[in-house]
């Protein structure tokens, strides 16, 4: 579905490039995620691959089309939800959404459901004026899933959102996915990242500097780190070791066999923790 290679891209004034020689590949039904700090690149790149942007050195190929070539119908076949989207703030939810409709040759979705899926239903013929950030956020995301896209663009999509929203949001993302939607995702969130990308790419300064699984990346390098707490003489004693060496601790067989292990507990490296360690920089 996207194959970029090599791209290079200079703002106007600027001194170096934001984006230094990216390449990577998306399969199609996949969930891929760019991974990174705010102002690592990962906006641009999307904006790249929106054909908003197209003034860039390189390869990027989406949909088989060179994307600085794009045709105007190359927006029939994708949606963009940005992280700040832009409506017509006299208009109200429903009346933004129809006019959107009407840009498509195409046939649209009732937008009814939709909203009523996000928990807008109520608020659809409020303007949009009077709609707080993550109400925004919610249309964002219904508006670009009217024209029914085969590649899906998403900006940050559960920014400023509550927990119970963020979760409908991201359980109709992976819903998007079964249905054989290919998904780009650009986050600082590493929880998002992690539970829905099937990759992700670690972006800094405007470089790659890993792509792989979300679970192969938290399992390289280093063996887990284990604590474990046991009663000794009537008072807690605590010991750590690698996952790999508590098998052949003393300390932990002793008070496995004799009953007094208290706790046992895993320290599990995060996306972040790898990030940090691959990059030397944290994802906030």
């Not at 790249?48 to 105007?72: F, H, M, P, Q």
């Not at 008070?255 to 994802?283: N, Y």
Request: charged share 25%.
């Amino acid at each position: 579905m996207i194959s970029v290679t090599d791209v290079c891209l200079k703002y106007p004034n600027a001194k170096t490039d934001t984006i230094q020689g990216v390449s990577f590949d998306v399969k199609q039904g996949e969930i891929f995620g760019f991974l990174g700090p705010s102002g690592a690149g990962k906006s641009t790149l999307q904006k790249i691959l929106t054909g908003v942007l197209r003034e860039y050195r390189g390869s990027a190929r989406a949909l088989d089309i060179e994307v600085r070539n794009r045709k105007n119908d190359y927006y029939e076949k994708i949606g963009v939800d940005f992280e700040f989207p832009n409506f017509y703030g006299k208009f109200t939810a429903l009346q933004n959404l129809k006019y959107f409709s009407s840009l498509y040759a195409a046939g649209t979705s009732d937008p009814a459901p939709l909203l009523e899926r996000v928990g807008l239903r109520d608020d659809a013929n409020k303007r949009v004026s009077n709609y707080s950030k993550g109400m925004k956020m919610r249309l964002g995301f219904v508006r670009c899933l009217l024209h029914n896209p085969e590649l899906l663009f998403l900006d940050e999509p559960t920014s400023g959102l509550d927990p119970a929203n963020a979760r409908i949001i991201k359980d109709m993302v992976l819903e998007q996915k079964t249905a054989g939607k290919t998904i780009i995702l650009t986050t600082h969130n590493m929880h998002d990242a992690e539970e829905l990308c099937d990759r992700v790419a670690f972006i800094v300064d405007g470089k790659i500097k890993t792509i792989d699984t979300p679970r192969a990346l938290r399992e390289s390098g280093t063996d887990t780190r284990v604590e474990y707490s046991f009663t000794e003489k009537g008072e807690e004693s605590r010991h750590a070791c690698l996952l790999a060496e508590l098998g052949a601790e003393t300390a932990f067989r002793a008070a496995l066999d004799m009953g007094t292990l208290k706790s046992v507990h895993s320290q599990e490296k995060t996306l972040e923790d790898v990030f940090i360690t691959l990059t030397g920089r944290s994802l906030s």
